[in-house]
């Protein structure tokens, strides 16, 4: 059995709803990275009050997050921006 769908082409407004969308995806995606930016600094702050880790150690972590925190807020960044370039395209 074969199903056979037809799907119109986009028009320009639904491409720029789409790009709205993907936007709106991509920054949610970057606030959930600083969220669980924010919860590893937290973490630390505690070990380093607990004694567990130095206060030398603390700040090379936090740097550490830090970096993979830009780096996957640039990745999310390229990603939305080849998506939206995608979706404008004819």
């Known amino acids: 059995v074969v199903i056979r769908l037809t799907i119109p082409q986009l028009t320009e407004e639904r491409r ?3 790009s709205r969308v993907v936007r709106k995806k991509a920054e ?5 990275i600083r969220n669980i930016r924010r919860e590893a600094n937290d973490s630390l702050k505690k070990l380093q009050k607990e004694g567990s880790i130095s206060e030398d150690e ?7 997050i830090q970096k993979l925190t830009d780096n996957y ?5 390229g990603v939305a921006q080849a998506k939206e370039k995608e ?3 004819i």
């Not at 949610?28 to 959930?32: C, D, I, L, Y």
């Open 58 to 64: 603390e700040k090379k972590r936090q740097e550490d």
């Open 28 to 32: 949610e995606a970057k606030v959930a």
């Open 16 to 18: 720029r709803e789409l």
């Open 73 to 77: 807020t640039r990745e999310i960044d």
């Open 87 to 89: 979706i404008m395209s």
